[in-house]
């Protein structure tokens, strides 16, 4: 699933090509992904107006648009990308799909879920081959908890460190913080050398502050490098991985149902 950097890709291509731009037409027909609205809701709420600022909180994506029209919600689901034809060329961001012969090279008109298109032309689409995105007007964002690049340090204690659930299934929990999926969590564990076992209760204080920093660094660099996929230990998950700092073969786990894989060595 696309993971909070790469949504952040798609929300700055929204923001740098997409804003500003009349809407004179909207392809909502796909009933599934734009539930609970029916064919043409979203169209006559939008056709007219433009977006005029593209915002996130953790794996969400909304944006407001001018006059009396609702917020639009965008969540990429696990294989969206937001692709946007504008007057400079194509601009698309979202997520990681890969490269050389895993990366997808044809890409099926059924596939584009939802478009918007342009006054002037020009198109924004969500692409989605596994159709588990999800677009909606006025979306309840304020359901998730604070962004994983923006929680402060009291808001992350009180939120991760406390209770016997693992610590990386607090991390996981959308509503605790927003937007840290299971590589992210694995990588900043990881980092803090936290087994992502142990119960969330029991670490400490500085292991707390430690662990946001190394959240919030780790964002900040995958933003900057293009994906979760750039992370230092996250392409060391796997039967035939190792530690890249002692060379400890790497050990799988499931937390929080999701399969996880750490240094047996360091992470304590």
Not at 38 to 60: C, M
Not at 116 to 127: A, D, K, V
Not at 213 to 233: D, F, N, Y
């Amino acid at each position: 699933m696309p993971e909070l950097p790469e949504v952040e890709s798609a929300r700055a291509v929204i923001e740098r090509s997409a804003l500003h731009r009349t809407i004179t037409d909207v392809d909502d027909s796909d009933s599934w992904e734009c539930r609970p609205h029916p064919p043409g809701e979203i169209r006559d709420a939008l056709v007219g107006h433009r977006l005029t600022a593209a915002h996130r909180r953790g794996k969400s994506i909304w944006c407001e648009l001018g006059g009396d029209a609702p917020p639009l919600g965008i969540h990429l689901g696990m294989s969206g990308r937001i692709l946007v034809v504008g007057p400079e060329g194509e601009d698309e961001g979202g997520d990681y799909q890969g490269s050389g012969r895993r990366r997808p090279r044809r890409r099926k008109e059924e596939w584009y879920r939802f478009t918007l298109t342009f006054e002037g032309g020009g198109r924004m689409r969500l692409l989605d081959p596994r159709r588990l995105g999800r677009i909606r007007l006025d979306p309840d964002v304020d359901a998730l908890g604070p962004d994983a690049e923006e929680i402060t340090r009291e808001q992350f204690r009180e939120r991760i460190g406390t209770g016997k659930a693992p610590v990386k299934a607090r991390l996981l929990d959308q509503q605790r913080v927003a937007g840290v999926g299971n590589l992210l969590a694995d990588e900043v564990l990881w980092q803090a050398e936290i087994d992502p076992r142990r119960p969330a209760g029991e670490l400490s204080t500085e292991e707390l502050d430690e662990l946001r920093r190394r959240l919030r660094s780790a964002i900040r660099t995958a933003v900057r490098q293009g994906g979760v996929h750039t992370l230092e230990v996250v392409r060391h998950r796997g039967a035939s991985g190792h530690c890249p700092r002692c060379g400890s073969e790497m050990a799988r786990a499931t937390v929080g149902s999701r399969t996880t894989w750490f240094c047996p060595r360091e992470q304590r």
